[in-house]
Nanobody
Framework: QLQLVESGGGLVESGGSRRLSCAVS????????MGWFRQRPGKEREFVAA???????LYADSVKGRFTISRDNTKKTMSLQMNDLRPEDTAIYYC???????????????????????WGQGTQVTVSS
């Protein structure tokens, strides 16, 4: 059983930056596919970014070029560096683990929330205009 804990949320001005972190407890962290999702007010949970075990990355079009996902297998952490934040980025951000994904898991699968078995509790990011 894995436990995920996000941190780093808060209030930031439009155009500013924020770094989210996700700490994972449990074995075999380096083997997992990790992802970030967000849920904006009144919206369904949506894909933000994912990182494979070989550090290959995938981004939603809405954040590409502004957000960077990374992982530290030694520390068992994953991060999301968010730059040029916009009011529409306001959301609860969740980290997630896909413990059964493999190298050939298609990008389309990694964009789907149901691909991930473990979730953190979420951290609120609010971007003021």
């Amino acid at each position: 059983q894995l436990q995920l804990v996000e941190s780093g949320g808060g209030l930031v001005e439009s155009g500013g930056s924020r770094r989210l972190s996700c700490a994972v407890s449990g074995p075999m962290f380096s083997r997992y596919i990790m992802g970030w999702f967000r849920q904006r007010p009144g919206k369904e949970r949506e894909f933000v970014a994912a990182i494979r075990r070989n550090s290959g990355t995938l981004y939603a079009d809405s954040v590409k070029g502004r957000f960077t996902i990374s992982r530290d297998n030694t520390k068992k952490t994953m991060s999301l560096q968010m730059n040029d934040l916009r009011p529409e980025d306001t959301a609860i951000y969740y980290c997630a683990v896909d413990s059964t994904g493999i190298i050939t898991t298609p990008d389309s699968s990694l964009r789907a929330a149901n691909e991930y078995e473990y979730w953190g509790q979420g951290t609120q990011v609010t971007v003021s205009s």
